[in-house]
Each structure stands twice: as structure tokens, then as C-alpha cells.
């Protein structure tokens, strides 16, 4: 579904990405881990568009993508988060989620100028979507407050509900869990399970080693730029290079 | 001062058209346009040449004489052109910038190179004299409580409905919507599947547009100056953090509070004679206003976390 091959990515002196190979297969649940620095959120960044490689290709649904622009990437059904949790500020929590519903699709200034009948159906439909996502989310009773007045745990929820409102074939979260305490990162857990179940391919960065072991289906170890262990859960986290590289001794 | 209600009515909404390009501006680009003055000097300049009769005496680079077209569609050209001109600085000069991340410090002397240059160039262009519109003068009468004469009224009448124009198109329009999007987030626009490059160029051309229609009210109520822009600027940055940076209904009802302060500071008894003063009063009661309510008197108290 989503293939990379020989990406790189310098920054100065710095190695930040170098990667022979990796194909991501559809419905997977990969995470990606690794110490900080390794290039987790740069690999992010080259394969939604937001930074230029210095060379390799990336493909989505064997198209070469390589270089598009982020918002073209995101038309094509490959949505992600971002470490920092992003909302739109001065928009109310249900106008978040309908902005980006609305976009990915027709966009024509005219039509946007003549409120067609079709379109206020379609934008009935996407209110709708929106508040199935929100209650889903526990978020429905904010639907009216500005995005800024949500504290940190409700933005993480808003950008993940923001992020599935126009059914992406592939989400990419970058730490989703950072910066929330534990019975909501429990929440958002078993949220990115139930998306993953509905045939969601999701590849995501996060430090969280339990939460990751418990529900990846497959982990990538990311070590200064470069893959040093590939696999299921259980066999990378008995790769010494791993345990060297990141997990340590556990007698800490 | 009622009378000076009146004209500080007119400067207001002059300001206040400003105010709202400029604050648009930076919202989505977060470019403070130092430049924008010369944009409203463009508006004013080119209505004037394409509409001054071909035989007066005025000549423009001392050599071409001006059009002689219909005033009305001499504004409408006017307007078109400074929106191809916010337009050519956006794709020549705004963006390739913006792709190299040079910073917004680096951005904002650009910005105020370009305002030199161009208004030297307007110097060139249409001389250092003050000229005026080829419009016939006329009577005062009274709208309600104000003596104005008719074509200012007009003027005030005009700018409402562009106020109201922009309120709407913001809030209900697809393009307005993203704007809106793009001001709070750039990388979270692009990710809902905005490119964000196509609405910065339609907010630099919608700036630039409105922007040359201020220069233009403020050519029909005065005169032409090829310094006019500069001269209004900072009034017009007073207005936009009067009423708070980055909101476009702040900078609306902002710019038009500056100018209704500096036209009735006029009328106050110790200014009597020392009118060239006025903008100072204005400014001193801006500042008054910003150590009460420091985010402008729409601006946001941000959540930080």
C-alpha cells in the first residue's frame, strides 16, 4: 500500500533519514519506534509531503508521490497528526471537524459561492458524520466551544476525530498518546484498535513501549536515521540491537 | 464636533478597509505588509491616470499624458491592477521566499525595501505634486446629523457595504472558511486537503484589491500624493492592533475608532491651533486603551498549555 525505497534526508551534517526499503501492507497497525532523534517524525514528514528528500521515492497505492504537496497527499486518502497537537484555534469544535470534511473533495470557488441544494445535503451529511465521530469521542457536548478553550487530551481527541472524518485508507499518528494521562491514553488506545479493525491502515510514532507492544501488529525500530529491527512485537523486542539501542537492560 | 464626527467617520472608514487588507494579510501570511501603503498610493495613482482628461496639463514620467477614461471604470481598472500586483509579489517575490524559510524579521524589511522603492517610483512616476481627482466640487448637505457632501457620503456608504461584504464572504464562503483555516494552521489546512499556497495568493490579491480601493476613498475625500499610503500607514496599524491583531472584525471597528479619534481631537478646546497634532492624541488614546485591554478590544486571550 505504501512502499519506500532508498529515502534520505540529511540535515547538515546529520543523518536524519536513510532507508533502504519498507512497504507498509494494507490494515496493518505498524508503530514505529525508536530513541529521540532517530528520524521518526522527519520519516513522517518526507512521506506526507511536508519536507523534500534529498533522494529515494515514495509510492501510495503504487503511485509515485514523491515530492507532492502535503495537501495533495492528504486528497489521496493518507492523513496524519502531528506531534504537536494542531486544531483550528479560532474555530468551534464541530467547525474543525467539518473544515476538514468538507475540503478533500470538490472545492470549486463557485460552487462554494452558490450554496447549491446539493451542497447543503452534503453538508448535512458531513455534520452528521461529525457528530457520530464526536460522540464516538466523547467530544459531542464541546461541539459548540472554540477549539482553543479544549484542554490538551480534548485537542488530541478533536485532531484524531479531525483526521478520520473523510475515511483515510492510511493514518499516520505521530505520538498520540504523548502529553495525556493514562485512563485516556487508554481511551485513545483502544480508539486506534477500532480504527484499525474498520480497515484502517495506521502507522504510528510513539514512546509508549506498552502501548505499542500491546496492540502493533508490527514494529519498526528506527536508530539514527536507519531501520535496525523489523517485526512482530515479540521478536523485536528480543533483538539485542533494540534492547542496546532503546529499550535498554530493563533494571533501570 | 459633531462636524468632526463626521470626518472622522470618513477617515475611519478609509482606515478601517485598510485595516482589514492588512490584518488579512497577516493572518494567513503572517507578513506585516510595510509595503501595504504604496499598494493604496497604486490604487489612488492609477485611478488618477486612467482617468484624468487626456488634454490637462499633467503628465505622467513627465511625458505620457493620462487616459481620459470613465472615473468608474477607471476605478474598476485601478482595483484589478493592484491586484495583479499583490499577486505578482506573492508569486515572484512572497512565495520563493516563504519556500526558502528566510524568517518573518528578514520578510519584514523586505517589505519595507519594497515601500521605498516603489514610492520613489510612484515620485517618478506621477511627481511630487498634490492632485486631485477630476471630479466636480460639490455643496455640503446633511444626512442625519452630518454635513458631508454627497460623492464622500457615497464614499461612506460604499465602505459599510464592503465591511459587510468581507464579514460575509468569511464567515460562509468555502475560500473565506480557508482562509480562516490557514490562519490558525498552515500544516493543518494542508493536511484537510487545502493548498495553502492557492489561498495565500488569494489573499494577497484580495488585500492588494482592498487596499487600492482605500487609496482610492482617500484620493476622492483628498487628493493624490505618491506618498498618501506611507502617510496613513501607521494610523492604519493602529487601527489593526486597536482592535486586535489578526481579527477582521477587530481591525473594521479598530481602524474606524482611530480615525474617529483623530478627527475629533480636533475639537477639543487645548488642540485649538495645533491641529497637525491630532494623530497624537489618537495614538495616546490607543495606547490608553491597549494597557487595559492589552489582546486589542476583539483580540483573544490565547489558552497556553
Redesign the interface.
Known amino acids: 500500500m505504501l512502499k519506500v525505497h532508498n529515502l534520505r534526508k540529511r540535515f547538515g551534517g546529520v543523518k536524519a533519514v536513510d532507508i533502504d526499503d519498507i512497504s507498509f501492507e494494507q490494515n496493518q497497525l505498524t508503530s514505529i519506534i525508536g530513541p529521540n532523534g532517530a528520524g521518526k517524525t522527519t520519516f513522517f514528514d518526507l512521506i506526507?509531503?511536508?519536507t523534500e528528500g534529498d533522494e529515494g521515492k515514495v509510492f501510495l497505492n503504487e503511485k509515485n508521490i514523491t515530492n507532492s504537496?502535503?495537501?495533495?497527499i492528504?486528497?489521496q486518502g493518507m492523513?496524519?497528526?502531528?506531534q504537536l497537537t494542531?486544531?483550528?484555534?479560532?474555530?468551534t469544535v464541530i467547525?474543525n471537524m467539518m473544515?476538514?470534511g468538507?475540503?478533500?473533495k470538490n472545492?470549486s470557488?463557485f460552487?462554494?459561492?452558490m450554496k447549491l441544494s446539493t451542497q447543503k445535503n452534503n453538508e448535512n451529511l458531513i455534520r452528521e458524520k461529525a457528530f457520530e465521530i464526536m460522540k464516538d469521542l466523547n467530544i459531542d457536548h464541546m461541539a459548540n466551544s472554540y477549539a482553543?478553550?479544549l484542554?490538551?487530551g480534548q485537542k488530541k481527541l478533536l485532531e484524531l476525530g479531525?483526521?478520520i472524518i473523510?475515511d483515510p485508507k492510511i493514518l499516520l499518528l505521530d505520538e498520540p498518546l504523548a502529553g495525556v494521562n493514562p485512563k485516556l491514553a487508554e481511551e485513545i488506545l483502544s480508539i486506534i484498535q477500532k480504527l484499525s479493525d474498520q480497515g484502517i491502515t495506521i502507522i504510528m510514532v510513539e514512546h509508549n513501549i506498552e502501548a505499542v507492544m500491546k496492540i502493533s501488529e508490527r514494529v519498526i525500530v528506527l536508530a539514527e536515521g536507519s531501520v535496525i529491527a523489523d517485526g512482530n512485537p515479540e521478536k523485536v523486542r528480543k533483538e539485542p540491537k533494540v534492547i542496546e539501542a532503546y529499550l535498554g537492560s530493563g533494571n533501570e | 464636533m459633531i462636524e468632526q464626527f463626521g470626518n472622522g467617520l470618513l477617515l475611519g472608514i478609509i482606515i478601517s478597509v485598510a485595516s482589514v487588507a492588512l490584518s488579512l494579510l497577516y493572518g494567513v501570511t503572517r507578513i506585516v505588509n510595510f509595503a501595504h501603503g504604496e499598494i493604496i498610493a497604486l490604487g489612488a495613482i492609477m485611478t488618477l491616470f486612467f482617468s484624468n482628461p487626456i488634454d490637462s496639463k499633467i503628465l505622467f514620467l513627465d511625458r505620457f499624458a493620462p487616459l481620459g477614461m470613465n472615473f468608474s471604470i477607471s476605478i474598476v481598472i485601478a482595483i484589478l491592477i493592484c491586484g495583479i500586483f499583490g499577486g505578482l509579489l506573492e508569486i515572484f517575490l512572497f512565495r520563493p521566499l516563504r519556500k526558502s524559510e528566510v524568517g518573518n524579521i528578514a520578510v519584514l524589511v523586505v517589505t519595507i525595501g519594497l515601500s521605498i522603492f516603489f514610492r520613489h517610483l510612484y515620485l517618478l512616476f506621477a511627481t511630487g505634486r498634490v492632485q486631485n481627482f477630476p471630479l466636480e466640487l460639490e455643496r455640503r448637505q446633511t444626512y442625519l446629523f452630518f454635513d458631508m457632501t454627497p460623492r464622500n457620503f457615497q464614499v461612506l456608504i460604499a465602505g459599510l457595504f464592503v465591511m459587510i461584504f468581507i464579514g460575509l464572504f468569511l464567515s460562509y464562503t468555502k475560500i473565506g472558511k480557508a482562509m480562516r483555516a490557514v490562519r490558525d494552521s498552515n500544516e493543518l489546512a494542508n493536511v484537510s486537503g487545502i493548498n495553502s499556497d492557492n489561498i495565500i495568493l488569494f489573499t494577497w490579491i484580495a488585500s492588494s484589491m482592498l487596499a487600492g480601493l482605500a487609496g482610492i476613498f482617500q484620493a476622492i475625500i483628498n487628493d493624490v500624493r505618491y506618498n498618501m499610503g506611507f502617510l496613513i500607514l501607521l494610523l492604519i496599524f493602529a487601527g489593526t492592533v486597536l482592535g486586535g491583531i489578526g481579527t477582521s472584525f477587530g481591525a473594521m471597528v479598530g481602524g474606524l475608532l482611530i480615525g474617529i479619534f483623530v478627527q475629533v481631537s480636533v475639537a477639543l478646546p487645548f488642540m485649538e491651533g495645533h491641529t497637525e497634532a491630532k494623530n497624537a492624541v489618537a495614538l495616546a488614546i490607543m495606547i490608553l486603551i491597549l494597557l487595559f485591554r492589552p489582546q486589542g478590544i476583539f483580540g483573544q486571550k490565547e489558552r497556553i498549555s
Not at chain 1, 504537496?69 to 495533495?72: G, I, N, T, V
Not at chain 1, 492523513?79 to 502531528?82: A, H, K, N, P
Open positions: 506526507s509531503g511536508f504537496q502535503p495537501f495533495s492528504a486528497r492523513v496524519r497528526t502531528f494542531k486544531v483550528f484555534d479560532r474555530m467547525e473544515f476538514s468538507s475540503n478533500t472545492d470557488l460552487r462554494s459561492l482553543r478553550e484542554s490538551g479531525r483526521s473523510n
